[in-house]
Each structure stands twice: as structure tokens, then as C-alpha cells.
């Protein structure tokens, strides 16, 4: 299967081109320059000198309306919010997962959804001042909420920056009426442009998410949004090709597309733009300005650690010789009743060694400028030999370039990155 560049929708925001040309001769070491032997390889465990760096993920599972190309935990705050009750239980979740993560510093806090603005500027302080109070958070640390252009939504943004939040990231999608609409958005055009100059107003670091390929839409169309989503210099911008997840109204009901010829050229229209303008496209849908690209997202993307705490919230823990895997109860209330059991979590697993490696590679090679060889090793606890004959494959088919100790998708790989991906899927016993 064929995965555009910007085509993959990492779940809100979130979730440098690089023009070296493959070199085959950079797969072409002797085999015997490598110290393991492949015996050896297969029993290789998983031992981490020293643990990825944290991050916390809040999620807050409502919103407004379900938009209907949307597989995200969201639910409809039909018989209201539960706003009290819903912060007192993600304190005590965190409190209860502290012993797993016990004097780690974060670095990044996301709190994401959902619609997280549909909560209070008291509510969001009142997560913010917990999680300083229980977890050693950097002084300097980022902390984002994601937010939805309603007139409601932006009155609240002056209270969301003293309440700590320092970024700021806005569920654009488009700045056009008729594309709203057709998207089943709540907010019309007017309202993204007011949220964004609010924005601007009580933020010095915000992002804009925009998506393209949308039904019926013109290609001009998707340029003029990302020139509209410019005028407001954001620091950052998502840019997401619409998809059709499984689940939703759209893959039940698809809308009229447009071809995949159209989609290439919005993408390339909008990465020309954006790099006109100075920004960075670091990963498949993100571009930034300099200094300015998501740390949060970056720690998803070079396999870091993140504690998720709130219904439906996933966690990646690395411990000294091991890595786990957690889903929280999805159900708004299912969550709430089980952290007044004192069991948030519903789901927990260890990552196999073929898994884990997997896994970094599917996370690192969206990045357009790849990955530092060593951080394989930091953030799997594993030796990159075990990837040997799926690094001289990718290599041989011009879809990885591996220089000065950098591994990176070339091009061709970036543009089929879903094939790059399957050679590095572990086979199945
Ligand atoms: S506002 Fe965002 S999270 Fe909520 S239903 Fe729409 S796309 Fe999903």
C-alpha cells in the first residue's frame, strides 16, 4: 500500500527534508565487522543503560459533536461533561501510576482528545498544578493543549496560558465554509480565523492543523488554506491528508475524493509553500519553524517514553530490562469506576525484542531526517545488528540511506513508507 507524504493522521496535531541520494555502498560492510554472532543476535535481551526520556499525555474523551472521519476516543458530551468528577480521577490515576515511573523527570505534557477546551481554565489548572505537585516536571517543560475554534473555546484561551499551558494547538482543518461542512466541523470560518488571532494574542507558540483531500475540494482550495493558516505565522503546522478510517460515518458512507492525482499535488503545492516560508517538514504531516517542532510528538517519534493518563490513554514504559504497553479503559465511565477501584489500566503487555524494533523503526523513519544510529540502541535496549539483513534490504531498494552514522528514508522511502515499514514487520510464528 501506498503511504503519501503527509497522508498519515497521527491522532490531533499529534502526533527537514533531507536530500542525500541512497548509497547502496553504506550496506556494503563486511558482515565480519560486526562483533555478534547471528546465534547470539537471537538471543539477544533487552537492557537499557539508561531510560528514554518521559512524557505525560492527558486525554480528555469529549467533544462537542463526532465529526464523521473521526476514529478517535471522542464521545459525545450529551448529558454534559462530568468535568469535577473527570479531574479528580485523572489526579488520582496519576498518583496511582507514580510507582512506575517513580523519579523520572517529563518533559512534555499533552493534553489532548477529544476536545480539551471544553473544559475550564480552573480544570485544566487544576491538572497542570497535580502533575507539578507529583511528578518532577522540567522547568522549561512544553506543555500543549489542543484546542477547537468555538466561540466558547477561544474565550478561554487568555485563562488556559495562566493556568500554565505554554503551546497551543488548533483543530483548523480549513478555513473554508463549504469544506468545513462537508467535514461535519461545528466551527465555520469565521470562527477558525477569530480562534487563530486569539491564539496569536495569548501564545507565542502555537500550531495550526489543517487537512487536505478533502470531499469535493478544488486543489486550489487546499493552497488557499495553507496561505490563510500563514497570515497567522504559527510556529508549527499539521497538515493531514484526509483518510478513511475504519469505523467512522466516512467509511461507512465515503464522501467523493478527490483522485489520488489531485491529493499528490495539494501535498506538493503545500510543502512548496511552507518551505518558501521558512518551515521545516520534519515528520510525514509536520512542518515547523526552526527550534519550534513538537517536542512531544518528537519523543512519540524517537521512541521515548509517555505515561497516558485518562480514558482511553496509552502509556510506553521502558524499564531496565523491559518494555510495557498500557490501554486505560476506553468508556468515559467504565474509566471513572475503575480508578475508584484503584485500576485504571485494562490492558497491559510486554513488547517482544521483534516488536520493540519494529516499532522504533515505524515511529524514527517518519521522520524526514531520520535518526542517529546509536538511539536504536537507547531506546530499545537492543543492538541495531539485530536489524541487519532488514537495514541491507531497505538499502538495496533505495528506500534507506545510512551515512555517518545516520539512518534515514530516502525519498523514495518517504513517498512509500508503508512499504519501507513491511520490511522491518517481524515475521509471525
Ligand atoms: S473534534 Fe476532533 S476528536 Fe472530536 S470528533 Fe472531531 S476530529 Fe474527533
Known sequence: MVLRGLSTRMGGEAQQNDERQPSASCYNRPMNTYPLHPVELKEQTVNFRALPPLSLYVHVPWCARKCPYCDFNSHEAR???????????????????????????????????????????????????????????????????????????????????????????????????????????????????????????????????????????????????????????????????????????????????????????????????????????????????????????????????YLGIGAGAHSKLSFSDKVLRQARHKQPQAYLDAVARGSPVQAEHEVGRDDLAFEFMMNALRLNEGFDEALFAERTGLSLLVLR?????????????????????????RRFLNDLLQIFLPAKN
Open 389 to 413: 539483513r532488514e537495514l541491507g534490504e531497505a538499502g538495496r531498494r533505495g528506500l534507506l540511506l545510512r551515512d555517518r552514522q545516520r539512518i534515514a528514508p530516502t525519498e523514495l522511502g
Open 79 to 305: 448529558s454534559g461533561l462530568l468535568e469535577r468528577e473527570y479531574v479528580a480521577a485523572l489526579i488520582r490515576d496519576l498518583e496511582l501510576a507514580l510507582p512506575q515511573i517513580w523519579g523520572r523527570k517529563v518533559y512534555t505534557v499533552f493534553i489532548g482528545g477529544g476536545t480539551p477546551s471544553l473544559l475550564s481554565a480552573r480544570a485544566i489548572e487544576d491538572i497542570l498544578a497535580a502533575a507539578r505537585m507529583l511528578l518532577p516536571l522540567e522547568v522549561n517543560a512544553e506543555i500543549t493543549l489542543e484546542a477547537n475554534p468555538g466561540t466558547v473555546e477561544a474565550e478561554r484561551f487568555a485563562g488556559y496560558r495562566s493556568a500554565g499551558v505554554n503551546r497551543l494547538s488548533l483543530g483548523i482543518q480549513s478555513f473554508n465554509d463549504a469544506h468545513l461542512k462537508a467535514l461535519g466541523r461545528i466551527h465555520n470560518a469565521a470562527e477558525a480565523r477569530r480562534a487563530a488571532e486569539i491564539a496569536r494574542q495569548h501564545f507565542d507558540n502555537i500550531n495550526l492543523d489543517l487537512m487536505y483531500g478533502l470531499p469535493q475540494q478544488p486543489i486550489e482550495d487546499a493552497g488557499q488554506d495553507a496561505v490563510t493558516a500563514l497570515g497567522y505565522a504559527p510556529q508549527h503546522l499539521s497538515c493531514y491528508h484526509l483518510t478513511l478510517e475504519p469505523n467512522t460515518a466516512f467509511h461507512r458512507h465515503p464522501p467523493a475524493l478527490p483522485d489520488e492525482e489531485a491529493s499528490s499535488e495539494m501535498q506538493r503545492r503545500i510543502e512548496q509553500l511552507l518551505a518558501a516560508h521558512g518551515y521545516r517538514h520534519y515528520e510525514t504531516s509536520a512542518f515547523a519553524k526552526p527550534q519550534k517542532q513538537s517536542r512531544h510528538n518528537l519523543n512519540y517519534w524517537q521512541f521515548g517514553d
